[in-house]
């Protein structure tokens, strides 16, 4: 019986002569072109010296600033506003809290904000928020958040005002809202 060249080379593969050889060389073949694709999509991807961020054009929206304009408006001399303040700028966690509790609340607090913080002028000490609630509060996630910050104004022992979103603000009428949350004795 004859066998033909490629015959015998199967066979010396089978019988282990040749094949751990072939498989290196094989696995490298298979790394240099995997590495080879990789090289060239990162080539091809652009490199910049763009900043990744750049600034908005403006951090209020326009019912925001129409409403900031009333309240500056309404609020006492010694008062000033801070528009959209983290609670974490505010609050702090209580003593006694074990290490992953305070984590855990430190993170509930840290990435929202108060629409407003009302301030004494003198040591900017909060005295109360200010959340102006437009139809986005009606949403369920929205309601569950409210709940949560009107929860931590309240162990904070700070006020916290909710104002409905409107075309126009009485600032009278704003001011007479904001008498019911000022604490009593603080200077006009």
């Given at each position: 019986?004859?066998?033909?060249?490629?015959?015998?080379?199967?066979?010396?593969?089978?019988?282990?002569?040749?094949?751990?050889?072939?498989?290196?060389?094989?696995?490298?073949v298979i790394l240099v072109v995997i590495g080879k694709r990789v090289f060239q999509a990162r080539?091809?991807?652009?490199?910049?010296?763009?900043?990744?961020?750049?600034?908005?054009k403006t951090i209020l929206s326009?019912?925001?600033?129409?409403f900031l304009g009333a309240l500056e408006a309404a609020?006492?001399?010694?008062?000033?506003?801070?528009?959209?303040?983290r609670l974490g700028d505010v609050f702090v966690t209580r003593?006694?809290?074990s290490r992953p509790e305070r984590a855990s609340a430190w993170n509930r607090i840290n990435q929202k904000h108060v629409d407003f913080l009302l301030v004494r002028r003198n040591?900017?000490?909060?005295?109360?928020?200010?959340?102006?609630?437009?139809?986005?509060?009606?949403?369920?996630?929205r309601i569950e958040r409210d709940a949560f910050v009107n929860d931590?104004?309240?162990?904070?022992?700070?006020?916290?005002?909710?104002?409905?979103?409107?075309?126009?603000?009485?600032?009278?009428a704003l001011r007479d809202e904001l008498v019911a949350?000022?604490?009593v004795g603080t200077p006009k």
């Open positions: 019986m004859t066998i033909t060249p490629f015959v015998e080379a199967l066979a010396a593969f089978s019988r282990g002569g040749l094949f751990p050889v072939f498989a290196v060389v094989a696995a490298l080539a091809e991807t652009p490199v910049t010296d763009k900043p990744a961020f750049l600034a908005r326009p019912a925001e600033r129409s609020v006492p001399e010694h008062v000033r506003v801070f528009p959209k303040v003593p006694g809290l040591d900017l000490a909060p005295i109360a928020g200010v959340e102006l609630d437009d139809r986005s509060h009606e949403a369920e996630d931590v104004f309240r162990a904070g022992g700070v006020p916290v005002l909710h104002i409905q979103a409107q075309a126009a603000y009485s600032v009278d949350v000022l604490p």
